[in-house]
């Protein structure tokens, strides 16, 4: 899992597109107490599969854009930057062979604590070499 993540993390650092919207960061599991918004917060969960012959590690990546511009402008532009930078993502994951990489859910867009969130889902296939 650790690798995944440090992927996701490089992933994110070399998309200055996604980089230059997603102004206050990428932040593993929480957002930032005090953060320029907007920003995304990514969570990991690891999902058992077992293949045929072969043992996949199979995860579920949620992304949670946040904003707290009013209206949809905003959280909606991080949205197509980030679907740019990862679906169907090829990225390199240290030790893993990336079978697949891509978005399964979006949305819905809410209101928490004062901000604006949308999560997006991915699921992601990888094998150990």
């Keep these: ?8 993390a490089t992933t994110f650092d070399n998309n200055a597109n996604l980089v230059a919207v997603a ?4 932040h593993l599991s929480e957002g930032p107490t005090e953060s320029t918004d907007p920003y995304i917060v990514f969570l990991v969960t690891e999902i058992p599969f077992w293949g045929f012959k072969i043992d ?6 949620t992304f949670v854009l946040v904003s707290s ?3 949809a402008a905003e959280i909606m532009s ?6 740019a930078c990862f679906d ?14 891509y978005r399964v ?19 992601c296939y990888l094998e150990e070499t």
């Design 78 to 83: 991080l949205y197509t930057k980030l679907k």
């Design 69 to 71: 511009t009013r209206g």
């Design 105 to 123: 859910t979006s949305g819905p867009i809410e209101r928490v604590d004062d901000k604006w969130t949308l999560s997006v889902q991915y699921e």
């Design 88 to 101: 169907e993502s090829g990225m390199s994951v240290t030790g893993y062979i990336n079978i697949r990489f």
């Design 56 to 61: 996949y590690e199979r995860y579920l990546i």
């Design 1 to 8: 899992m650790d690798a995944l993540i440090q992927a996701i």
């Design 23 to 26: 102004t206050g960061g990428l």
